[in-house]
């Protein structure tokens, strides 16, 4: 009989064997490998592309419904669980300062589409390194590049190129800056700054002022420091505050990335 997957370990049931590996490029998102995950009902806020070192299919179930296959894509902001049990998955996060990100807007309901994974044939020797660990992070950065881009050419919604804007230039160069700074670097009025700032990177800035709390306590995870103080400086209330909503966004606690006996960390 199938265990349900509230009866699954969600991460790390195989680290023995193989350790799960992050990749962190700051603004423009990160690239986790892992041979286990199973989650159920989590929410990110960055766009997700899924694949596996294997070709072996995942299963997403997003809607009520359930896709099975070896490439998907995944909108921001959509609530899906995930089955990858033992299948070399490899995850990529699109942040919103990426300039691809809006790309993934149009994903039709409920939020998640196939994608072709021979289209991602050229990039597996990478992918291989990527999952094992064996990857500089500027060279997994360059991967993270290039599987971005072959994933939006798959979508027929958009231009075959991810835009270039100002915009996405100042947020790479300083995640933070106000709808204010915004208008002023763009020559825009106020509420101008606003629907640019919502048609340019495909998130109202509310959603991405919530993100922007998520990437500076992963940012300050990344240096060290308490969960207290990361709570704090990040936005969030307490450390209880930011374990529940960090849970909620990713199926684990902020403190497992830390654990250097599960995951490796490029940074």
Known sequence: ???????????????????DNHYWFGPSGFLFTSPWVVTRNTVRHAAVILLTASGEPVEVTAGGRTMSAQALAVAPLTPRGLR????????????????????FHGIPAPGVVALERHRFAPFDADIRRAYEGRLGLNDAHELFD??????VRQ????RRDC???RLHELLRDKPDCSLREVARELDLSYTGASHHFSRVV?????????WLKYFTAAELRLRGGTLTEIAHASGFVDSSHLCRRWQASYGLSPSYARDASRVRIFA
């Open 84 to 103: 990858a049990m033992d299948a070399a998955l490899v995850s990529l996060h699109v942040f919103p300062p990426h300039p691809c990100f809006s790309a």
């Open 202 to 210: 495909g998130l109202p800035l509310r959603s991405y002022q919530l």
């Open 163 to 165: 835009p270039h804007d």
């Open 155 to 158: 979508l027929p919604w958009v």
């Open 146 to 151: 290039a599987l971005v881009a072959a994933a």
């Open 1 to 19: 009989m199938r265990a349900s997957i509230d009866e699954l370990p969600a991460y790390g049931a195989l680290c023995a064997v193989m350790k």
